[in-house]
């Protein structure tokens, strides 16, 4: 039996909760995770499972966020959510599925689709019940995208009219986020940029990447790449990560692999940190080496951008160039000290451009930016920065 997309009663809370909207046609999935969500306190304003019942449901609920998972019956989430962001626009919809090659596929299409992130979600009931790691990234995943919408300006929507048949609380639509402002300038301490062009390209991403990987990369183009090696740790699960690294590669024209425990850098090759492993180097500028381990999270993470940079400001010194983009947390900013304290270079989003300002924002106000620019200008920059004064 289908379930209803009827809102649940909200418990007493001291301010605005996260609304968020649970489509799977797993109705354990769906109770497991409203009530994992609820004790942190969201408020779950409704379930469906289908993704018609949830498309159906949006005016009426009202949700921040919806979870929406890829494989149910009558329309599936591939199929709902452009009509969702048709219907509302800037909506944050985070993809559900288990981790094989043709989920990862699939919910790759749909971060370029614009959702607004992805969840692994364990095989069958027992996996949901049983795998603590999911419960816990679930938990992570929502605050921090709440948090982040809770730091955005909102404006009141109009009530909608009561529908024949609902509870009167569902017909009245909650306060809508808005598209995120122009940010206002960051004051940050200005930091000369080096005369001399860089021997590896650092890059860093979490919410929302794998789209700003892509534009960054395309934008600075194969010819300038193939001059130095590009290292990337964009947080993904394991076999996403290696998907990514086959979408990047075909993007930009270079070869593109998730990176080998052992393997030596070499220019003109783009290495993503595998999922569930921490991505360093060991060596030198001219001889460096990859290293992966399995060391426990950093900032919550595996693999950890801070890992990256910590070990390239070891292995390049001042010949690095870094941009750190778009991502939940604040990875990124203790390796970006690190590097910058080397003489290495860093660059990080603007939040105007930014699906979630929390990485780049952290090492702006920590001082560590060089520049910080939108999306569409971080390419060329650093196609410049790697060409040189006078290069080409």
Not at 35 to 41: F, S, T
Not at 55 to 71: F, G, H, K, T
Not at 203 to 214: L, W
Not at 358 to 375: C, Q, T
Request: proline share 10%; with cysteine.
């Amino acid at each position: 039996m289908a379930a209803s997309a009827a809102p649940s009663t909200p418990s007493p809370s001291a301010g605005p909760r996260i609304r968020v909207l649970v489509a799977d046609d797993s109705v354990v999935v769906r109770g497991l995770v409203s009530r994992w969500l609820e004790e942190a306190g969201c408020e779950i304003v409704g379930t469906a499972s289908n993704g018609r019942i949830a498309l159906d449901a949006l005016d009426r609920v009202q949700p921040d966020i919806v979870l929406l998972d890829i494989e149910m019956p009558e329309l599936d989430g591939t199929q709902a959510l452009p009509k969702m962001l048709a219907k509302r626009p800037g909506l944050q919809v985070v993809m559900m599925s288990t981790l094989t090659q043709r989920n990862a596929e699939i919910s790759l299409r749909c971060l370029a689709l614009g959702a607004i992130d992805y969840l692994p979600k364990p095989e069958g009931n027992r996996g949901v019940t049983t795998q603590a790691s999911f419960r816990e990234d679930l938990v992570q995943k929502i605050r921090m995208l709440g948090a982040d919408l809770r730091n955005r300006p909102r404006a009141k929507a109009p009530a909608l009219p009561e529908r024949p048949g609902l509870p009167e609380r569902a017909a009245v639509a909650a306060p809508a986020p808005l598209p995120r402002p122009a940010a206002a300038p960051v004051s940050v301490r200005p930091r000369p940029l080096r005369a001399s062009p860089p021997r590896c390209l650092l890059v860093g991403a979490s919410t929302g990447g794998p789209r700003a990987v892509g534009e960054v990369l395309e934008g600075i183009g194969a010819a300038t790449l193939k001059r130095l090696p590009i290292l990337i740790v964009q947080h993904m699960p394991p076999v996403f990560t290696a998907v990514f690294a086959e979408h990047l590669g075909a993007r930009i024209g270079l070869p593109a692999a998730e990176a080998k425990h052992g393997e030596p850098v070499r220019p003109g090759i783009v290495y993503v940190a595998p999922g569930g492993r921490h991505m360093g180097l060991s060596g030198t500028a001219a001889e460096a080496v990859i290293q992966l381990n399995d060391g426990p999270p950093v900032n919550f993470c595996r693999p950890a951008v801070d890992v990256m940079f910590r070990d390239a400001a070891e292995v390049y010194g001042a010949a690095t160039l870094s941009v750190v983009l778009t991502g939940m947390g604040s990875d990124g900013t203790k390796g970006a000290k690190a590097l910058v304290e080397a003489g290495g270079t860093m660059l990080a989003q603007d939040e105007a451009t930014s699906t979630v300002w929390g990485m780049p924002g952290s090492l702006v106000r920590a001082g560590y930016a060089h520049e910080i620019l939108p999306l569409p200008a971080i390419g060329p920059a650093l196609r410049a920065a790697i060409a040189g004064p006078g290069g080409h």
